[in-house]
């Protein structure tokens, strides 16, 4: 069975950097690219970025590629997402998607004083 | 960016009833590869997105065969058949052609 556990989230004050993880199991890992998707309280999807098998490749939305940094480790199964310059608007529910097609639980990142 | 423009907002539906969404893209989502990277997600309430069809047409593993996409270019329709109270929720369609890749704002399904 697939699985894709997010961790990391929480509370964090404006202007301060957060990374969160996104540890995979039931696949290999190291075959898939791997990628992640926000939700903003109430809204939609917001596609953030993908990262390919080796990292050779990393793609991310324009509006956000000078603030996030999506990275993984294949040895440790684990995705992972650094977080900069956080302000109110980067305050969703974090999801972890793989290229099987299945997507994680979702973490809850909010940021405020 | 790619738009991606998902009709209508909302739906109300009866129970055993069918449901049609439409997705349009503002280019042409085939690829160079030769594939479009289309795909539709349904987000139940309190849960994270699941996949229902990718490739536009075809059923992700362990989705009812009620659930059929199709379409090509730019348009795409989403259909279900005899919906039941496990199909309400939030669909979304996506698009992977184009980078940065884009979703729909979703088409709400509720029950009438």
């Known amino acids: 069975e697939v699985k894709l556990v997010e961790s990391g989230g929480g509370l964090v004050q404006p202007g301060r950097s957060l990374k969160l993880s996104c540890a995979a199991s039931?696949?290999?890992?190291?075959?898939?690219?791997m990628g992640w998707v926000r939700q903003a309280p109430g809204k939609g999807l917001e596609w953030i970025g993908e990262i390919n098998k080796d990292s050779s490749t990393i793609n991310y939305t324009p509006s956000l590629k000078d603030k996030f940094t999506i990275s993984r480790d294949n040895a440790q199964n684990t995705l992972y997402l650094q977080m900069s310059k956080l302000g109110s608007e980067d305050t969703a529910i974090y999801y972890c998607a793989g290229g099987t097609g299945d997507w994680g639980q979702g973490v809850m990142v909010t940021v405020s004083s | 960016d790619v738009v991606m423009t998902q009709t209508p907002v909302s739906l109300s539906v009866s129970l055993g009833n069918q449901a049609s969404i439409s997705c349009r893209s503002s280019?042409?989502?085939?690829?160079?590869?030769?594939?479009?990277?289309l795909s539709w997600y349904l987000q139940k309430p309190g849960q994270s997105p699941q996949l229902l069809i990718y490739?536009?047409?075809n059923r992700f593993s362990g989705v009812s065969n009620r659930f059929s996409g199709s379409g090509s270019g730019t348009d795409f329709t989403l259909k279900i058949s005899r919906v039941e109270p496990e199909d309400l929720g939030v669909y979304y369609c996506f698009q992977h052609t184009h980078l940065p890749y884009t979703f729909g704002a979703g088409t709400k399904l509720e029950l009438k």
């Open positions: 280019q042409s989502l085939l690829h160079s590869d030769g594939n479009t990277y």
């Open positions: 490739l536009a047409s």
């Open positions: 039931g696949f290999n890992f190291n075959d898939y690219w």
